[in-house]
């Protein structure tokens, strides 16, 4: 079996997420937690997208960010060994 994954990501897919980023400011995007509603709606407004999309960037952002932390370490381990169906998750 080969380790090659093949995905075709069409070139419009990132444009999106890309026109929030640069809608904010560097410290907000150091720092996301200072966002508050106004600035979400100034991100929104200059990216010509949604607060509700804003808000879902941010939310898959502090996601990723916490699957990262739970990487390192043990828990790395203990995802892989789940997904390889060594143990951790019961059997039904």
């Known amino acids: 079996m080969s380790d090659d994954i093949d995905v075709d990501i069409d070139d419009d ?7 929030i980023i640069h809608s904010m400011t560097k410290q907000e995007r150091t720092n996301p937690k200072i966002l508050n509603g106004s600035r979400k709606k100034r991100i929104a407004m200059g990216s010509g997208s949604t607060v509700v999309e804003v808000n879902q960037l941010i939310k898959q952002f502090s996601q990723m960010g916490k699957m990262m932390k739970m990487m390192q ?9 789940m997904m390889q169906g060594k143990g951790g998750m019961p059997k039904i």
Do not use: R, S
Not at 13 to 19: S, V
């Open 73 to 81: 370490g043990d828990g790395g381990k203990q995802m892989m060994q």
């Open 13 to 19: 897919a990132f444009k999106g997420i890309e026109a």
